[in-house]
């Protein structure tokens, strides 16, 4: 052995030192717990319906509930306009959608606190619990989306006024954003939770007013067209319009409304997997 | 290639004790527009580098860990042992990247397990068999691996017909022969074991340490284990290190250590305890003593009746607390532990004792830790190993003067 051998990093499998770069981020490490992954997605999917009599329909109950409440308050009794597209089918496609963020951002904004006790006990890339909470977001959204196309088909059979169209194609990619906005804001809120336990009491509240800042009970034509690019800001306006306007044909979407939401995203799930990455390092000594 | 695994130096860790992060939104607001006006920062601990700190003899910075440099060689069995509070767990979760040092640097050459636990990620409602899936790709497997060594994991840890059960029905003994059987078919080069064989009965602590041997000795791994128990360290480890106050005070063979390190404990009699320990909202121990029943010398022999006193202050009435006292041997081995009925504690001080009558225990050193436990339930305070006695044998003219074997020395009626 000689020691420039032993001065030579890149000699040893593994190097810790006490202040990496901010950019340390070794996201190729998930790919070799993709087995980790894939369980927790199960232990969570297994254990939501161990004990339940109704297992999965539990996830349609919900929309359906919602879908009829907001159909008899924000279409019959505050007559808010839906464009034209059915009600019922027009609430339960932003409903649907909205879930999946919410659920994302939801389940992912507790990741330290939630699982303290095991990440002060054994190392594994930390990214993989938020991960698999938006697959099983996934999941989730599948078993709803089922029950939104149900609609669909029903209210086409019946002749109304929707108009599935091209767009439809961009649905995958609509869920990855969806899917990367939660999960980047939510790893972000659970870096600051670790420091501001206040926030945790807010993100739930945060989530409910959010909807009604995203066009989910009213259409997004309902919005004066002067504050419209203020109100584009909000980065999941955009997807739920295109998702709508993608399978009933009503409202109207822009390209670089598009844009705007995608570059929203991909800076918040930057910026959120930047400081999750930085956080994960020290977060047991503050707990 | 060269021998050396693990290559630690100067590894520092520390704690700030004190106000770093204030925990609430608010208050970091305020330091923050304090600062910008040029003010003193209202919630500083130390807030300006001149004044003293607020609290006296509250040091802010707490080192864990206290530049530990040393070097680790392929298929060794290394000990670690120190007190409680000498940085044994600060190193191992470092090694095991849990936490990051503050300073310093460890290079390590081969896959890692760390086992700082038993059962880490264990679900409740899930089989056996999901488990075994879970722990064992938390713990770094691939599932391939894993279902390679379903077999073998599942006969270690004698559960074959309740595989399918969900671990909440588990006894707490076969709960842990499974977390444990899934640790310890991980395929590491490096084993990294916590006080974990403290749980779980004789037999099958024999056999987790039979085979934490074989993976040392037959599979020429390398295995980093902290126990308090020196028994199972001197049949294990090769190479023993011994910490005392966050500083790696000696390494070396096993033998050698464990004896510097008792010899340390024995000159070590701890006859009061007034420290600090971990806050809680009800009560504090502010003093914990042992007292002779008759003060001539301070000398206690086994036959002889000494009692512990437990001073408490108590900031918020509590309800269903009790006292608790541990007596262990060097070894960690749990002589007894006695407790108090649950009570109720109005504000103020108060003064549990415990009266531990002569021949009992046998000569030998032993060491008491002090626990206050909420409902029966939670431990509210542990003082693990306040106090420590040495108990002599019988003052000349009142029997045996010599040693016995055992952990207790009791007086028994004998009839002929």
């Known amino acids: ?287 | 290639m060269s021998d050396i695994v693990i290559k630690v130096e100067e590894l520092t860790k520390e704690y700030r004790l004190g106000t770093i992060s204030h925990g609430t939104l608010k208050e970091d607001l305020q330091s923050w527009w304090a600062r910008l006006r040029g003010k003193e920062d209202p919630n500083s601990l130390v807030s300006h580098p001149s004044s003293l700190p607020r609290r006296q003899g509250l040091n802010p910075h707490f080192l864990a860990l206290d530049k530990v440099s040393f070097e680790i060689k392929r298929g060794e069995a290394v000990g670690i042992i120190g007190r409680n509070g000498a940085g044994k767990s600060t190193l191992l979760k470092i090694l095991s990247e849990v936490t990051a040092p503050s300073g310093g640097t460890v290079k390590i050459r081969g896959r890692v397990a760390s086992l700082l636990e038993v059962g880490t990620g264990f679900h409740p409602e899930l089989t056996g068999r999901e488990n075994i899936y879970l722990n064992g790709t938390i713990l770094g497997m691939k599932r391939a691996e894993i279902q390679r060594k379903f077999d073998e994991i599942v006969a270690f840890a004698e559960i074959d017909q309740f595989i399918d059960t969900p671990v909440k029905r588990y006894s707490s003994g076969m709960y842990v022969r499974l977390a444990f059987a899934v640790a310890a078919h991980l395929d590491p080069e490096i084993l990294i074991v916590d006080e974990v064989l403290s749980v779980g009965d004789a037999s099958f602590q024999k056999k987790c340490l039979g085979k934490m041997e074989d993976v040392s000795k037959g599979e020429g791994r390398t295995v980093l284990f902290v126990s308090h128990n020196l028994t199972a360290i001197q049949n294990f480890c090769t190479t023993t290190m011994y910490l005392q106050g966050g500083k790696l005070v000696a390494v070396g063979k096993t033998a050698t250590i464990v004896e510097r390190y008792l010899g340390d404990c024995l000159s070590s009699t701890a006859l009061v305890w007034e420290g600090n320990h971990e806050p809680n909202e009800y009560l504090t121990i502010t003093r914990a003593k042992i007292v002779k029943a008759r003060s001539e010398s301070d000398e206690i022999y086994i036959n002889e009746e000494f009692r512990i006193d437990i001073t408490v202050e108590v900031v918020k009435q509590v309800a269903d607390i009790a006292f608790e006292i541990f007596v262990k041997t060097l070894d960690g081995i749990v002589v007894f532990n006695s407790f108090t009925d649950c009570m109720n504690l109005g504000r103020g001080s108060s003064v549990a004792s415990c009266h531990i009558p002569g021949n009992l225990l046998n000569n030998g050193h032993f060491t008491i830790t002090v626990v206050i436990s909420k409902n029966f339930s939670y431990w509210l305070v542990k003082i693990e190993d306040a106090l420590a006695v040495d108990l002599l044998s019988c003052p000349e003219g009142t029997g045996w003067q010599g040693d016995c074997p055992g952990v207790v020395r009791p007086k028994l009626l004998w009839t002929v």
Request: charged share 10%; aromatic share 16%; net charge positive.
């Open chain 1, 1 to 287: 052995m000689n020691s420039s051998d032993e001065n030579d990093d890149s000699q040893w499998t593994k190097v810790i030192r006490a202040r990496s770069g901010w950019f340390d981020l070794r996201l190729g490490e998930l790919w070799d717990y993709r087995d980790l992954i894939i369980l927790l997605v199960r232990r969570d999917f297994v254990t939501i319906y161990k004990q339940t009599v109704l297992g999965p329909f539990w996830f349609m109950l919900q929309p359906l509930i919602s879908t009829v409440i907001f159909t008899v308050i924000f279409g019959k009794i505050a007559n808010i306009p839906t464009d034209g597209v059915p009600q019922p089918l027009f609430y339960m496609g932003g409903i649907v959608t909205w879930n999946y963020f919410a659920g994302c951002l939801n389940r992912t904004s507790d990741t330290f606190v939630a699982n303290e006790g095991i990440f002060g006990k054994v190392y594994f890339p930390r990214l993989a619990v938020p991960l698999s909470a938006v697959i099983i977001n996934l999941l989730n959204f599948a078993i709803q989306f089922v029950l939104f196309l149900a609609f669909l088909l029903f209210f086409l059979a019946r002749g109304s006024n929707i108009h599935p169209n091209g767009w439809l194609l961009l649905t995958p990619l609509l869920l990855l954003q969806m899917g990367a906005l939660g999960l980047g804001l939510g790893v972000l809120i659970s870096s600051l939770t670790i420091k501001y336990r206040d926030l945790s009491f807010f993100v739930g509240f945060g989530i409910q007013l959010w909807m009604y800042a995203t066009p989910i009970v009213y259409p997004m034509s309902q919005v004066p067209v002067k504050w419209q690019w203020i109100y584009l800001l909000n980065p999941v306006a955009a997807i739920v319009e295109t998702f709508r306007y993608a399978y009933l044909g009503s409202g109207t979407i822009r390209f670089w409304q598009l844009g705007v939401s995608a570059g929203i995203t991909v800076l918040l799930l930057g910026v959120g997997i930047v400081i999750f990455s930085r956080v994960q390092k020290t977060f047991m000594d503050t707990v």
